[in-house]
């Protein structure tokens, strides 16, 4: 099984929070940077017949200075989190 390898690397980023879609099949990711910013990520399980199941990269976002933006903005876009509640 091939296994997703985030862009936030430990060193550059520290993982805030992670927050998993009600199906289980999607992620997202909430990062504070070094410079005291912060980003997001969404990755999504995927399958192909060689690998079988894995999770792969969706959407990253921009950088945002404070983690309330960035909390807004990935409610924003994403669906399965507005419904989420």
């Known amino acids: 099984m091939r296994k997703f390898v985030s862009t ?50 969706g959407y990253q976002s921009g950088v945002y200075d404070s983690e309330d933006a960035a909390l807004a903005e990935m409610r924003a876009l994403t669906p399965w989190l507005r419904a989420k509640g």
């Open 8 to 57: 936030a690397t430990s060193s550059q980023m520290h993982l805030i929070q992670e927050i998993v879609s009600p199906t289980g099949k999607r992620k997202l990711h909430l990062y504070r940077r070094k410079d005291g910013r912060y980003q997001f990520e969404e990755t999504y399980e995927d399958f192909d017949e060689y690998a079988g199941h894995y999770w792969t990269p």
